[in-house]
């Protein structure tokens, strides 16, 4: 299955929404569009998770890569996942220490600081 990268603003932050397959081969689209939107001044993400079917490690450098852009510029990332296949590498990987994972767009929202926007 291929990834399906995609945004929008919800309650003044913008929102990754991804689906697929996050492997070596499609791993990039998902960096470019992190890259862009830091570049655009967005630096308080949520990456909305619950449509990813497969997460591999080139797929968690991409995250924590973001994860490092953010934080450079005072931003945050935040994770939507409930799928426990792909909740279980973050475990794995000790990444469920580094991202803050969320249930839902909305509790990620609501974990988010509001008035640090970059």
């Known amino acids: 299955m291929d990834l399906s990268v995609g945004t929008r603003e919800q309650g003044g932050r913008m929102i990754v929404e991804v689906s697929g397959e ?10 470019d ?7 655009g001044g967005h630096h308080h ?5 619950q449509g990813v079917e ?23 990332l935040h994770l939507v996942c409930s799928q426990e ?3 279980k590498v973050f475990r794995i ?3 469920t220490k580094v ?5 839902s767009v909305d509790e990620a929202l609501a974990a988010h600081p509001t008035d640090t926007e970059g």
Do not use: C, E, W
């Open 54 to 76: 497969f997460l591999d490690s080139t797929g968690l450098g991409v995250l924590v890569g973001g994860l490092k852009r953010v934080r450079t510029q005072g931003g945050s």
């Open 22 to 31: 996050i492997d070596v081969y499609s791993a990039p689209a998902l960096r």
């Open 85 to 87: 296949r792909v909740l």
């Open 33 to 39: 569009q992190l890259n862009t939107l830091v570049a």
């Open 45 to 49: 993400l949520v990456v909305d998770m």
């Open 99 to 103: 991202f803050a994972i969320h249930d």
């Open 93 to 95: 990987t000790g990444l």
